[in-house]
């Protein structure tokens, strides 16, 4: 135990292990081990770990032994059936032998940054045309899609690289077409599937709500618009959004406050975004904090001296508030 041979010992093993492979290579050809034999070996493996030196001695070796002795594999492609035998068998080698998330981890950190030549990424292309995913694999993945959309950031990287991907390879007017097509079949196998409570951006019916009068006051939003330079507030949105009109978002999603504290304004596609009840929590929180550094000490003197006195005015008169009440919901 702890023995430790010298480097000239190793070196007359090594060569002795080599000469006696080569002597009698064929004895162990085709020879399939026992379970057992494999248990035990299996067993002996592991928690070894090689030092940086014994690996880096292993690759060379590795890299000698195929420039002399190229794989008789190279080349080869396997039949379909072979494919079949491989995939079944690494599918149960997982099933018994489960990867934990550690390990998980682990390999995702390895895997980071890492960019896959354009040839790669044509041959993986390939390898899946044709192919059919089950009922149980669409199931996973689309539950793994519905966790990641619920991320923000994940949505913003997911959006730039569709817009990359789309600049790079528009759309031709026959594939716009196929997707409507495409679309509009969906629609009409799935009924209401959009519609009401099962749209992302439901909110319990309030859009049936009248806004409050304030709202549509024009000096009221000039201020609004004035607080921010007129520009969508939302940090993520992105550069092809600043030709897009610009809402009046309501922070709490009620229609009746308008405090200066609960309004925003944002273009289109963010206040989308923030209307979608998996994303809303998000942005109500970024918003809050948007508007808390917006509504300075004497940006709030104008807009409560406006509020105070619009307020008064309105309830002041019942004629003018219902004017105001047609006037929003016209």
Known sequence: ??????????????????????????????????????????????????????????????????????????????????????????????????????????????????????????????SQKGKKASKETRAKLSEAQIERNKNPEERLKMRESMLKRYEKNPLTEEQKQKYAMQLKKWHKANPGATVGENNPAWKGGISCLPYAPIFSDSGYRDLLWARQDGVCMNPNCSEDHLDKPLFLHHIDHEKENTLPENLIGVCVSCNAIAENKETKDYYNKLYQGITAELNNQETMKYFNNYYTNFMDLTFSNPEQQLSLLEAVNQ
């Open 1 to 126: 135990m702890g023995r430790k041979h010298t480097e000239e010992t190793k070196a007359k093993l090594s060569k002795a292990q080599k000469e006696y492979l080569n002597n009698n290579s064929h004895q162990s050809l085709g020879k399939k081990l026992s379970e057992e034999t494999k248990a035990k070996l299996s067993e002996l493996a592991k928690g070894r770990k090689h030092t940086e030196q014994a690996r880096a001695k292993m690759s060379l070796a590795q890299i000698e032994r195929f420039k002399n002795n190229p794989s008789p594999c190279i080349g080869l492609k396997p039949s379909e059936e072979t494919r079949k035998k491989m995939s079944l068998g690494q599918k149960q080698w997982y099933n018994n032998n489960p990867v934990s998330e550690e390990t998980r981890m682990k390999i995702s950190i390895a895997l980071k940054g890492r960019k896959f030549s354009e040839e790669h990424l044509h041959n993986m292309s390939l």
